[in-house]
T-cell receptor, first 112, second 114 residues
Framework: GESVGLHLPTLSVQEGDNSIINCAYS??????FIWYKQESGKGPQFIID?????DKRQGQRVTVLLNKTVKHLSLQIAATQPGDSAVYFC???????????FGQGTELSVKP | EADIYQTPRYLVIGTGKKITLECSQT?????MYWYQQDPGMELHLIHY???????EKGDLSSESTVSRIRTEHFPLTLESARPSHTSQYLC????FGTGNRGYTFGSGTRLTVV
């Protein structure tokens, strides 16, 4: 069935380094993608989104890249900080009806 | 800060008990959702609503039921809790279709059935 998946279940980086979290999606008709951050004991929080008519979008320390040719989404975090430690999920909008499909998360650990 | 509230945050309950998980939002969102999530795992949609008196089952089969009598309130009920219902339940709401940053999530209810 349709799914949005992440390649790596865990990622460990050194504080100050850049992090790249990847996601592959399967529904070529999806036109809206979101990255969420979920800290322990909390609900997912919006980080950044991108529409399919764009291939790159930048926020504060974060950049999302979309490659529709290979159906790949990535989240780049610049100068990773201990506070960035969390599980990161990508999600795609299904059928423009407001239902999001979430993939498996990637747990990011930041070493001091 | 999120304007969506879930209660209780934690609940330990015996098998066979009836429970209701509360979810309320103050944003006036028409769309609301319930997700089930095991620790560190992906979110599975179990129920959603696109407005008052509208409820639908999600992609993951669930023995729970929901109601949407008021826009701001979307409670989830388990008539007879079982250990297999042990999980985290996340409520969300959205103004989707406007590119409005997807869902706003509550902090979740962590349910343990013993």
């Amino acid at each position: 069935g349709e799914s949005v998946g992440l390649h790596l279940p865990t990622l460990s980086v050194q504080e100050g380094d850049n992090s790249i979290i990847n996601c592959a999606y399967s529904n070529s008709a999806s036109d809206y993608f979101i990255w969420y951050k979920q800290e322990s004991g909390k609900g997912p929080q919006f980080i950044i989104d991108i529409r399919s008519n764009m291939d790159k979008r930048q926020g504060q320390r974060v950049t999302v890249l979309l490659n529709k040719t290979v159906k790949h989404l990535s989240l780049q975090i610049a100068a990773t900080q201990p506070g960035d430690s969390a599980v990161y999920f990508c999600a795609e909008e299904k059928n423009q009806g407001g239902k999001l499909i979430f993939g498996q998360g990637t747990e990011l650990s930041v070493k001091p | 800060e999120a304007d969506i509230y879930q209660t209780p945050r934690y609940l330990v309950i015996g098998t066979g008990k009836k429970i209701t998980l509360e979810c309320s939002q103050t944003m006036g969102h028409d769309k609301m959702y319930w997700y089930q999530q095991d620790p560190g795992m992906e979110l599975h949609l179990i129920h959603y609503s696109y407005g008052v008196n509208s409820t639908e089952k999600g992609d993951l089969s669930s023995e729970s039921t929901v109601s949407r009598i008021r826009t701001e309130h979307f409670p989830l009920t388990l008539e007879s809790a079982r250990p297999s219902h042990t999980s985290q339940y996340l409520c969300a709401s959205s103004e989707f279709g406007t590119g409005n940053r997807g869902y706003t999530f509550g902090s979740g209810t962590r349910l343990t059935v013993v």
